[in-house]
């Protein structure tokens, strides 16, 4: 491994637990999560339609303004709980989410 390889820097992407509280354009698959306290609204469309679409009080995991799969309450826990032991990794991607906008 040459030293340039060694020395990169690596960008981790997370996905990070949030419950939804709110649909609110429901044609454009928009929904407001709550992440830590932190309310945004994210697309859902990922996680909508059949039998097991997401609901209002599901946890769903986002990543880049999408929920990308439901979980349950417990696993969203445990994955809280785990990245807000690995520190700021988390605490840069919930910045990051809280300045962030649908429109």
């Not at 407001?32 to 990922?46: E, F, I, K, Q, T």
């Amino acid at each position: 491994m040459g030293s340039a390889s060694r020395s990169a820097v690596r960008a981790v992407c997370l996905a990070i637990p949030g419950q939804i509280v709110e649909f609110v354009d429901e044609e454009r698959f928009l929904a407001r999560v709550d992440v830590s306290g932190v309310r945004r609204v994210v697309n859902v469309a990922l996680v909508s339609g059949g039998e097991d679409a997401a609901q209002m009080g599901d946890w769903v995991l986002i990543h880049v303004g999408f929920a990308i799969s439901i979980v349950d309450e417990a696993e969203a826990l445990a994955t809280r709980r785990l990245l807000e032991q690995i520190g700021s990794e988390y605490e840069s991607e919930l910045q990051e989410f809280e300045q962030s906008r649908i429109t």
